[in-house]
C-alpha cells in the first residue's frame, strides 16, 4: 500500500534554516500536503503543492517536490523557537473520498 | 480559512462509561470527515472514515462497536467510545474534507484527550 516516510527528529538554531524531508510512494497524487502539530494540539495546514509544481515559496516557506524520486521537502528560513513542532507530510491516495496518508512526523526542536 | 471544531477539547470518564466527542465544520459543509487517533509522540492512525448519511467505514483492526460513528449533517460528525478503558486514552483527532477548495484540501479539528481512569 502507499506509504510516507520521514526523518524523526531534527535540531537547528534560532535564525538557521531547517530542512523536513518526506518520500513517498503514491506517485498519482495531486497534490501533497504538510502540516504542523504544536504540542497537545491538533494539525493545522502548513501549506500544499500541485503535483505539476516543482516549488511553492509562502513567506518563510519553501516547499520542493521531486516527483521523479518521490521526494518532498520542506525548508522554513529564519527558523523561530515558535517553528518547535511535530512536522507531518501527507499524500492523499489516488481514490477520492479517501483520508490522507500519513509520515510518523518530524519533530523539529529550534535552540536559541 | 476553514475551521473545525472538536469538543470536547479533554475529557476525564471513569472506565466503563461512554463518551462522546463530536466534530464541526464551522464555514462549509463536508460529506466526509475522518476519525484519527494519536498516541503519544507518535503519528496519526485512521480509525474511520464517516460519510454523511451513510454507515462509517472501519480501519482494520478498530471496533465498531466500541467506537461508534455518526455522521448526521454535512456539518457534524461524533465518536462515541463506549464502555470506555484506560487503553481507551489518547488524542483523538477528526479532519474534514472542503470539496470546494483546490486540492479538496482537509482541515484538522484541536483534537481532544481522552482520559479513562
Known amino acids: 500500500g502507499e506509504d510516507v516516510e520521514q526523518s524523526l527528529f531534527l535540531s537547528v538554531r534560532e535564525g538557521d534554516s531547517s530542512v523536513i524531508n518526506c518520500t513517498y510512494t503514491?506517485?498519482?497524487?495531486?497534490?501533497l500536503y504538510w502540516y504542523k502539530q504544536e504540542p497537545g494540539a491538533g494539525l493545522q495546514l502548513l501549506t500544499y503543492?500541485?503535483?505539476?509544481?516543482d516549488m511553492k515559496q509562502d513567506q518563510r516557506l519553501t516547499v520542493l517536490l521531486n516527483k521523479k524520486d518521490k521526494h518532498l521537502s520542506l525548508r522554513i528560513a529564519d527558523t523561530q523557537t515558535g517553528d518547535s513542532a511535530i512536522y507531518f507530510c501527507a499524500d492523499p491516495p489516488h481514490q477520492a473520498g479517501t483520508a490522507l496518508i500519513f509520515g510518523k512526523g518530524t519533530t523539529l526542536s529550534v535552540s536559541s | 480559512g476553514a475551521v473545525v471544531s472538536q469538543h470536547p477539547s479533554r475529557v476525564i470518564c471513569k472506565s466503563g462509561t461512554s463518551v462522546k466527542i463530536e466534530c464541526r465544520s464551522l464555514d462549509f459543509q463536508a460529506t466526509t470527515m475522518f476519525w484519527y487517533r494519536q498516541f503519544p509522540k507518535q503519528s496519526l492512525m485512521l480509525m474511520a472514515t464517516?460519510?454523511?448519511?451513510?454507515?462509517?467505514?472501519?480501519e482494520q483492526g478498530v471496533e465498531k462497536d466500541k467506537f461508534l460513528i455518526n455522521h448526521a449533517s454535512l456539518t457534524l460528525s461524533t465518536l462515541t467510545v463506549t464502555s470506555a478503558h484506560p487503553e481507551d486514552s489518547s488524542f483523538y483527532i477528526c479532519?474534514?474534507?472542503?470539496?470546494?477548495?483546490?486540492?479538496?484540501?482537509?482541515?484538522f479539528g484541536e483534537g481532544s484527550w481522552l482520559t479513562v481512569v
Open positions: 503543492i500541485f503535483s505539476n509544481m
Open positions: 464517516s460519510n454523511e448519511g451513510s454507515k462509517a467505514t472501519y
Open positions: 503514491d506517485s498519482s497524487s495531486t497534490y
Open positions: 479532519s474534514a474534507r472542503e470539496v470546494l477548495k483546490p486540492g479538496n484540501t482537509i482541515y
